[in-house]
């Protein structure tokens, strides 16, 4: 596997967090929500953190993989870094694993993840210049679409191994060839940073690079 640049490093590793393992989530402070989506008005689900402070606050998005659903604990290490850091945190279904149109990158789904954003403001102070998204593989390609769909949304947005093209990911997969070249890219005012590496995970590093990107809010 090739070395990322010292840069690079830190800001590409950021995807594969938050959610691994069995845990129960009343235990740990989340809470499953329903929320209306601007998408069709229909309930969403979602797992949701808000620490308890008169300040604003961070907003920490974690988009679920491939086969996942609002309920995967692929990035179990994002909900304790958001208790230390008072940050809060959703994790939104967004029609569930990509196994029907709906729910692969369609407008529903971006609407839907928008509108979580808009519940955790709603329910929570969310200072609007820190918002960020996290997503891994599926994930992460659905946060490549959240990045060049709703740039203005975001004060960071980082993807770790994510698909940027489906036709070729499938091929790939069926040939099991090589995956694509390291690159980066601005959408907005949104910097994307992408590894081309395994499903490594390095969580604190890549939260870490999140915690430092800030949204200039000015007109």
Request: glycine share 8%; aromatic share 10%.
């Amino acid at each position: 596997m090739r070395r990322p640049s010292k840069t690079m490093g830190v800001a590409a590793i950021a995807l594969l967090l938050c959610f691994s393992g069995n845990v129960n989530h009343a235990a740990e402070g989340l809470q499953e929500i329903r929320y209306t989506t601007a998408a069709d008005g229909s309930e969403q689900l979602a797992m949701f953190f808000a620490p308890e402070t008169d300040h604003a606050v961070p907003l920490l998005v974690v988009v679920h993989t491939w086969s996942g659903d609002y309920k995967q604990k692929y990035h179990a290490d994002c909900l304790p870094w958001c208790k230390k850091k008072n940050w809060a945190l959703i994790h939104p279904n967004f029609r569930g694993p990509n196994r029907r149109p709906e729910a692969t990158g369609s407008d529903l789904v971006i609407d839907d993840i928008a509108s979580a954003v808009a519940y955790a403001q709603q329910a929570t102070r969310i200072d609007p210049s820190r918002i960020y998204l996290l997503g891994t593989s599926g994930g992460g390609y659905t946060a490549l679409l959240m990045a060049g769909r709703r740039p203005e949304l975001w004060a960071g947005v980082s993807a770790w191994v994510p698909i940027s093209d489906l036709t070729a990911w499938y091929y790939q997969t069926k040939a099991a060839g090589e995956k694509q070249p390291l690159f980066r890219r601005t959408s907005g005012k949104v910097r994307i940073t992408i590894f081309d590496g395994k499903h490594e995970l390095i969580s604190q590093a890549a939260l870490a690079w999140l915690e430092k990107q800030r949204k200039n809010t000015s007109p």
